[in-house]
């Protein structure tokens, strides 16, 4: 199995949280960047204590190393919608945890 075959494109997407006139927070998904990024099904099989690990649909690896510490981030491809909920940038791969959302929210 060969990662760089498995990449495909992605839009990344960055939560920017905004205020409307009557002060009520309304989430806003603006595009920041297409990406490479090879995303596959978290198998069942591993047994693991890491929430985060546990709460995860799927895992990813992309050579994208820009993440904003503290920003909310979520892939889109053909109506799928997958929310970054832990990054690590170490190493030559950034490796993602990614959590299927019902709805594209916005």
Known sequence: ???????SLWMLQRNDETRTPSGASREKWVDVETIMAAVYKKGEMRVTSNVRYQEASHTGLTYYKAFAKKKEYRLVREEQYLQITSCNIEGRLTNLLLKEMEDYGG
């Open 1 to 7: 199995m060969s990662i760089n075959r498995d990449m």
